[in-house]
């Protein structure tokens, strides 16, 4: 069967599995799974499908007709796409942006009640073919909740002719409302085989070290690899594998403009690999620090290990919004210290 080169090789059962959601197809769909493996690639393909006047018998687009054209230039009248400012490259999610205004403030992580809001004159006017309406709203967690709210009421009340195509990297952080309202579609991590093969198609060097860092995730991994910069992480790893107060505060102070999103997954990753070669002898996320990594395991106890990893994960619900990064940086690393120095 000829493939989409539109979706990635390893979504192709996932594809399949969605044309017989398709036959009955429910207002809204949940696409669910890993970050990084492609989910909102994955929902905006099947969003072109849904639009397209000339589907394939394999359910993709023709990539051909007028819808196809419209869609793929951005401009069809029938699809809209909800996502935080941050995900535009110019960061004028709301087009009304001047160019003081967006240098007066970093465009918004979150998706707004506004965003939401501005569907309600899409939704009721005709749609331009008598075909479908498509909405793509993703990462579905990134709602704040009066935009939660605002959509829980459409979903509760969809208007004909319209399905909402949602992507979520975490379904715990959502709104159990908006979860029973939605018909969920698990995406799965790809076999570690598949994305090394992709990654290196890819043309990524060292590329089994990158996917692994990544926790397996083809498209994060190849992000990282475009940096081609690991001297964040190390600076990480290396106080993670000597902690002591000193340098904690040392680290701290350099790494106060790093992400601290991303400080905070690499740390649960070392934790998740030191608890890991403790229980089972594995190492899943940091092969390039072994050595390092089982001499800590043979001296911190468990009880240790579990205090650590219960901290760093509250600590990731409020990376987003510190009060000072440095601080936050400092509390998180003195714990660590704490805990496993």
Same mark, same amino acid.
């Given at each position: 069967?000829?493939?989409?080169?539109?979706?990635?090789?390893?979504?192709?059962?996932?594809?399949?599995?969605?044309?017989?959601?398709?036959?009955?197809?429910?207002?809204?769909?949940?696409?669910?799974?890993?970050?990084?493996?492609?989910?909102? +690639?994955?929902?905006?393909?099947?969003?072109?499908?849904?639009?397209?006047?000339?589907?394939?018998?394999?359910?993709?687009?023709?990539?051909?007709?007028?819808?196809?054209?419209?869609?793929?230039?951005?401009?069809?009248?029938?699809?809209?796409?909800?996502?935080?400012?941050?995900?535009?490259?110019?960061?004028?999610?709301?087009?009304?942006?001047?160019?003081?205004?967006?240098?007066?403030?970093?465009?918004?992580?979150?998706?707004?009640?506004?965003?939401? &809001?501005?569907?309600?004159?899409?939704?009721?006017?005709?749609?331009?073919? $008598?075909?479908?309406?498509?909405?793509?709203?993703?990462?579905?967690?990134?709602?704040?909740?009066?935009?939660?709210?605002?959509?829980?009421?459409?979903?509760?009340?969809?208007?004909?002719?319209?399905?909402?195509?949602?992507?979520?990297?975490?379904?715990?952080?959502?709104?159990?409302?908006?979860?029973? &309202?939605?018909?969920?579609?698990?995406?799965?991590?790809?076999?570690?085989?598949?994305?090394?093969?992709?990654?290196?198609?890819?043309?990524?060097?060292?590329?089994?070290?990158?996917?692994?860092?990544? /926790?397996?995730?083809?498209?994060?991994?190849?992000?990282?690899?475009?940096?081609?910069?690991?001297?964040?992480?190390?600076?990480?790893?290396?106080?993670?594998?000597?902690?002591?107060?000193?340098?904690?505060?040392?680290?701290?102070?350099?790494?106060?403009?790093?992400?601290?999103?991303?400080?905070?997954?690499? $740390?649960?990753?070392?934790?998740? +690999?030191?608890?890991?070669?403790?229980?089972?002898?594995?190492?899943?996320?940091?092969?390039?620090?072994?050595?390092?990594?089982? /001499?800590?395991?043979?001296?911190?106890?468990?009880?240790?290990?579990?205090?650590?990893?219960?901290?760093?994960?509250?600590?990731?619900?409020?990376?987003?919004?510190?009060?000072?990064?440095?601080?936050?940086?400092?509390?998180?690393?003195?714990?660590?210290?704490?805990?496993? /120095?």
């Amino acid at each position: 069967m000829e493939t989409s080169s539109a979706i990635y090789p390893w979504q192709q059962d996932a594809w399949l599995a969605l044309q017989q959601i398709r036959q009955r197809m429910p207002h809204a769909v949940l696409f669910h799974g890993p970050a990084g493996i492609g989910k909102a +690639d994955f929902i905006e393909h099947f969003a072109q499908a849904l639009l397209c006047e000339d589907v394939r018998a394999d359910g993709h687009p023709c990539n051909a007709c007028a819808s196809c054209g419209w869609f793929v230039q951005q401009s069809h009248p029938d699809f809209r796409r909800i996502r935080p400012e941050a995900f535009d490259e110019d960061g004028a999610g709301d087009g009304e942006e001047g160019e003081e205004k967006k240098k007066a403030r970093a465009p918004s992580k979150e998706i707004k009640i506004e965003q939401v &809001r501005q569907l309600a004159d899409f939704m009721n006017i005709s749609t331009h073919r $008598q075909g479908l309406r498509v909405v793509v709203l993703y990462p579905a967690e990134a709602l704040n909740m009066p935009a939660s709210n605002a959509l829980l009421k459409t979903l509760e009340e969809p208007p004909p002719g319209t399905v909402f195509l949602l992507s979520s990297n975490s379904l715990d952080r959502l709104l159990p409302t908006i979860l029973s &309202r939605c018909r969920k579609f698990t995406l799965t991590m790809p076999p570690h085989a598949d994305a090394l093969a992709w990654l290196e198609s890819q043309g990524v060097a060292q590329a089994d070290g990158w996917l692994s860092e990544q /926790g397996g995730a083809p498209l994060a991994a190849l992000a990282q690899a475009e940096t081609g910069n690991r001297e964040d992480m190390d600076t990480l790893l290396q106080y993670l594998a000597h902690p002591s107060v000193d340098t904690a505060l040392r680290t701290a102070d350099k790494m106060q403009k790093v992400p601290l999103t991303s400080v905070v997954a690499w $740390q649960q990753r070392w934790l998740y +690999d030191l608890f890991s070669l403790k229980l089972s002898g594995r190492i899943r996320y940091y092969p390039r620090y072994q050595r390092e990594l089982k /001499g800590l395991s043979d001296r911190v106890p468990v009880s240790s290990l579990l205090a650590a990893i219960k901290g760093t994960a509250e600590r990731r619900a409020t990376s987003d919004h510190p009060l000072s990064p440095k601080l936050f940086l400092e509390d998180m690393l003195l714990d660590y210290t704490s805990c496993c /120095g």
